[in-house]
């Protein structure tokens, strides 16, 4: 996955600011995610540990790059230290940890452990802070462009700005027990549009009582998949709504604008409670799924109390956007797969 990609499934940026900071790549130069943080629209912390749960590796905290003893800046020359854009900072019994901006490039650890002659304990690092911890420990100027974070850096240990702290975001440790987490992994690994789905609709059912998913097709919101006991599950496929008459369904398939509040009486929206059991007095929610600005998918669920569900509207409005981006980037890689 790129990085591109995994930020905005985390939620960090949206596409018009991964647009802005792509073009401004191509005309300054640079890495994405120093276009993005130069730019403020993302913290050089949610970068690094994006960073690190895609390379399954620690970030490196900026507390220990702060004051790195001479032992350890001098096992590298200015020179290696340049090209393998990495800085030895520490050690313990298992290695010397090493900040670096590429954990992924074999050849560089190899490079590294042969010089080195110990074992290396990688910890990802943005570029930005990378050429910041260059210039400071190994007198290696860094472009003119970089001028403005490189400062901004030096501000923060110039007036003793508390540093950055963050968790490790390794993929096999705390992403996995945090709901967010998990399903922008289970989106970023969806093969099939039925796992993509089940993610978005699992993820719903953690803040719902009940949740259903509907395809947009023919001008029918068809029951696709739902939360619940076995006959639920089996009779959602028998709902049909035209999106061309009145109801909550075609009006958010529409407009594409979130829906939260008491589900409308009428008969357009009788079978929903009909099959899914809903009390006329219960909240409901609808989401909108889209793909190239057309609505393809509709999430709808139902909490006990319109302030409860309010609550959570944040989570759900973004999973769906979540499950958009992913929607695209399965069509993409079908497409791929199929040249």
Known sequence: ??????????????????????????????????????????KDQDLRETLAA??????????????????????LTPALAERYRAIPFKRDRYGIHVAITDPANLRILDDLRARLGKEIRPYVVSESRMLYCLKKYYRVEPYHRYAGLIARYAAEETQGAPAET??????????LTDARQVLALRLAQATSRQELGRALLRYAGGMLDRAALFVVQGG??????????????????????????KGVLAEVARTQAVYVGPLPE??????????????????????????????????????????ALAARQADLTRAALQASLALQILVLRNRLLDM
């Open 166 to 175: 963050g968790h490790t975001r390794a993929l096999r440790d705390e992403d």
């Open 1 to 42: 996955m790129r990085l591109g990609q995994a930020l905005l499934l985390r939620g960090l940026v949206t596409l018009d600011q991964l647009e802005a900071a792509t073009v401004r790549q191509v005309t300054l130069g640079g890495r994405l995610g120093t276009n993005l943080v130069e730019l403020g629209f993302l």
């Open 54 to 75: 895609m390379h399954s590796v620690r970030p490196a905290d900026p507390a220990d790059l702060r004051t790195i003893p001479p032992e350890f800046t001098r096992l």
């Open 220 to 245: 029918q919101a068809v029951g696709w998949l739902a939360l619940g006991d076995r006959e639920v599950r089996e009779r959602i496929g028998e709902l049909s709504f035209p999106l061309t008459e």
């Open 266 to 307: 009428g008969p357009e929206n009788q079978p929903l409670r009909e099959v899914l059991g809903t009390p006329a007095a219960r909240t409901a929610c609808v989401l909108p799924v889209t793909y190239e600005n057309r609505t393809v998918l509709l999430l709808y669920g139902e909490g006990p109390r319109p302030a």
